[in-house]
């Protein structure tokens, strides 16, 4: 396993911040910069985006945790995303991804143990017609079912 990515300093956060405080409406921008850059939103930026921003932590927490995208904690090497849309449920959706779940033994924004992969449920990913769909590591995949779904999960490392 490889050492975990360290945690980005208070100064490096508040960098970040500072480039996007001319935005009106800078709290989401802010928000896609600090995850695209530490690949997650560390609990530590909530205040320094508060206090920037002259919101309460809860604000910036409640934002967090409305946007299924941002994440609270760094995610594995591979990001499996299922679609939970009606089209894909409607074809099998439900039964690949409890599959997929029971695989990595890992409940929904969990990482496996390895730190090899993170499963998400998502919206839609526009490939509605190829039902079941996913997303592997920003590809979609579409037409899946359990046997191709568990051997894209091993080739990602699960
Ligand atoms: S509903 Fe799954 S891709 Fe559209």
Redesign the pocket.
């Known amino acids: 396993m490889q050492n975990p990515t360290p945690a980005p300093t208070d100064p490096e956060i508040s960098a970040l911040i500072a480039d996007y405080l001319h935005l009106e409406g800078p709290l989401l921008p802010i928000l896609h910069a600090i995850q695209a850059t530490f690949g997650h939103i560390p609990q530590t930026a909530v205040p320094l985006i508060a206090g920037a921003l002259n919101v309460t932590n809860a604000e910036v927490h409640g934002v967090v945790s409305f946007y299924h995208d941002f994440r609270e904690v760094p995610a594995g090497r591979h990001v499996v995303k299922i679609?939970?849309?009606?089209?894909?449920?409607a074809m099998g959706?439900t039964a690949l991804a409890d599959g997929a779940l029971a695989k990595l033994g890992v409940a929904w924004h969990g990482t496996t143990p390895n730190g090899n992969v993170t499963i998400e449920p998502?919206?839609?990913?526009?490939?509605?017609a190829?039902?079941?769909?996913a997303m592997i590591d920003g590809k979609?995949v579409?037409r899946l079912d359990a046997a191709r779904m568990s051997k894209l999960l091993t080739e990602a490392g699960a």
């Open positions: 679609c939970r849309a009606e089209a894909c449920q959706g998502v919206y839609c990913l526009g490939l509605c190829c039902a079941p769909a979609v579409g």
